[in-house]
């Protein structure tokens, strides 16, 4: 089962910024740096946006942003496009030592 | 080109066996840890299972701990998973990812296959 949580859905105008939320524990978000964003388009294998919390992978947009504060994680898409359109997933190393998932997020482009 | 591929999905009656297998291409396999994560339909990815770059150190969530076994062959460019007392709940698509450093899997995945269906029915 999920152990992070986050807005079930999340909207926005082409152009705009939104910001995606990822809500865990002191035994995962707030102890690690160790935070990573996957984008998923329907029918298609989740792509890595964000990793160790800050860093993008080489060909991802600088659209996408991601920071931590305490518990939580966020991941910000600045002037959102219709392509932005998919569900986000964030994950985080636990004290248990294994991955734990977020519920994931809906983003639509309006 | 960077290239996951895996294969060895199908059904299975529950309590049954499958072994997963996934093909590296285009980037040097032994400097990368792997893993394996599966998404039910309907559902987000669930990690299930990470492998060391050379190999020596694994890993795995809970809900396979005892029942999944991941192994790598760095001479083939091979990574697998056998699965072992399948479960219903074992139901979903299998992707084979590739890490983004040597030892720690979960630092991201920046390389995914197409993904291999696992079906666990009578």
């Known amino acids: 089962q999920s152990a992070l949580t986050q807005p079930a859905s999340v909207s926005g105008s082409p152009g705009q910024s939104i910001t995606i939320s990822c809500t865990g524990t002191s035994r995962d978000i707030g102890t690690y740096n160790i935070v990573s964003w996957y984008q998923q388009h329907p029918g298609g294998a989740p792509k890595l946006i964000i990793y160790e919390v800050t860093k993008r992978p080489s060909g991802i947009s600088y659209r996408f942003s991601g920071s931590r504060s305490g518990n939580t994680a966020s991941l910000t898409i600045s002037g959102l496009q219709a392509e932005d359109a998919a569900d986000y997933y964030c994950w985080s190393y636990s004290v248990s030592g294994t991955l734990v998932y977020g519920t994931g997020t809906k983003v639509t482009v309006l | 080109e960077v290239q996951l591929l895996e294969s060895g999905g199908g059904r299975v009656q529950p309590g049954g066996s499958l072994r997963l297998s996934c093909a590296a291409s285009?980037?040097?396999?032994?400097?990368?840890?792997m893993s394996w994560v599966r998404q039910a339909a309907g559902k987000g990815p669930e990690w299930v299972s990470g492998?060391?770059?050379?190999?020596?150190?694994?890993y795995y969530a809970d809900s396979v701990r005892g029942r999944f076994t991941i192994s790598r062959d760095n001479s083939k460019d091979m990574v697998y998973v056998q699965m072992d007392s399948l479960r219903a709940e074992d139901t979903a698509i299998y992707y084979c990812?590739?890490?983004?450093?040597?030892?720690?899997?979960?630092?991201?995945?920046?390389?995914w296959g197409q993904g291999t269906t696992v079906t666990v029915s009578s």
């Open positions: 990812a590739k890490g983004v450093e040597s030892i720690r899997y979960y630092y991201g995945m920046d390389v």
């Open positions: 285009g980037f040097t396999f032994r400097s990368y840890a």
């Open positions: 492998i060391s770059g050379g190999g020596g150190t694994t």
